[in-house]
């Protein structure tokens, strides 16, 4: 027997006893967790799922979706015979209950962000980065001027503003603005990173969007290098597609906020030998990074002379379609149902 049917038998045995032991919907409430959290028995056959090849996948998808729907059945299923009354929140209530008039309401799913931030967040943790967060509605000295981009500054017309009618206030262009934020809060050495929902005023396309999710990494230490700024990004990009063979390449950019600059691309996680995806080059671009500019460093309070750093960023929402063949940026927000149900 293939090693990921046998696991969905023995879940499938797990799951029947675990029901059978709740005795109590506060029992019933942890065992669903135990069974369809964020950790739970499902999520873990969801993860080796994703490892099977594209055969495997063929032949137990169908099954391994009758079987979380059936998941599901008993979990309403128990729930209603749980229930002492109507279903009302009157807890004296004495109707009966009427099995065949009620329908169990279809349960969602995550929409494929969440997805991607709980698995980034996971990640990023593992290797050592806190979580930190910054307001969306962020000040020019945050998003420019603390980022060694002065108001005369060319790099400003890079990224499109959308500014507010207070003076000096906007809506973030990049999570780069929690950067100082971290550093004003937090003695080196640290290591930060920060996801979250940036805004740029552009029109909007298949490729495009007014908003969209980025993640920014900042590591601060006595002696940090390029090598350093390397090893971590390849590392981190390695565990969050699940696979030790990806390697980086790296080319030389600019960002005001980093001296040097560099953009690093990862070798197609999809395919061998060149696929649509990686438009058959066999490389993919994914993020800016570099040393961290003195100037940054002054802004966040930190002495440079004494302190290095190395920081990246990339754009979540990009990996997200990249990951899932995701055609238009669009779908993302646009609250179609048939469109969400597929994740
Ligand atoms: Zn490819």
């Excluded at 279903?87 to 169990?104: E, M």
């Excluded at 920060?194 to 920014?216: K, M, N, P, W």
């Excluded at 906020?257 to 994914?286: A, H, M, N």
Aim: aromatic share 8%; hydrophobic share 35%; glycine share 6%.
């Amino acid at each position: 027997m293939h090693a990921f049917e046998e696991k969905l038998k023995k879940t499938q045995i797990t799951v029947i006893s675990l029901l059978e032991s709740a005795k109590s919907p506060q029992e019933l409430a942890e065992v669903e967790s135990q069974i369809l959290g964020k950790q739970g028995l499902v999520a873990q056959l969801i993860n080796e799922f994703k490892t099977l090849s594209g055969t495997d996948k063929k032949q137990f998808g169908s099954p391994f979706n009758q079987f979380r729907e059936e998941i599901r059945a008993r979990i309403a299923e128990k729930k209603q015979q749980g229930s002492p009354s109507c279903g009302c929140d009157n807890a004296s209530c004495s109707i009966p209950l009427d099995v065949t008039a009620y329908r169990a309401a279809p349960i969602g799913s995550l929409h494929p962000e969440t997805h991607a931030i709980y698995e980034l967040e996971d990640v990023l943790t593992s290797m050592g980065f806190a979580l930190v967060e910054g307001p969306e509605l962020e000040t020019e000295f945050y998003n420019f001027d603390a980022l060694n981009i002065p108001p005369t500054h060319p790099a400003r017309d890079m990224q499109d503003t959308f500014w507010l009618p207070q003076p000096h206030h906007l809506l973030r262009t990049h999570t780069s603005s929690v950067q100082i934020r971290a550093m004003q809060k937090q003695r080196p050495p640290l290591s930060i990173a920060a996801i979250g929902r940036v805004y740029r005023c552009e029109a909007t396309d298949a490729s495009h969007d007014y908003t969209f999710l980025q993640c920014e990494g900042l590591v601060i230490d006595k002696k940090n290098s390029l090598a350093n700024l390397f090893a971590t990004t390849k590392l981190l990009l390695q565990k969050l597609f699940k696979n030790d063979n990806l390697q980086i390449r790296v080319r030389p950019s600019y960002f005001p906020f980093v001296e040097p600059g560099v953009e690093i691309d990862l070798t197609c996680p999809f395919c061998t030998s060149g696929c649509p995806t990686c438009k058959k080059s066999r490389w993919i671009e994914i993020c800016g990074a570099g040393l961290v500019h003195p100037n940054v460093l002054k802004a966040g309070g930190i002495n440079p002379q004494e302190w290095s750093g190395f920081a990246f960023g990339f754009g979540l929402t990009r990996l997200i379609m990249l990951k899932y063949g995701i055609d238009d940026i669009r779908h993302l927000h646009n609250a179609k149902i048939e469109f969400l149900q597929q994740f």
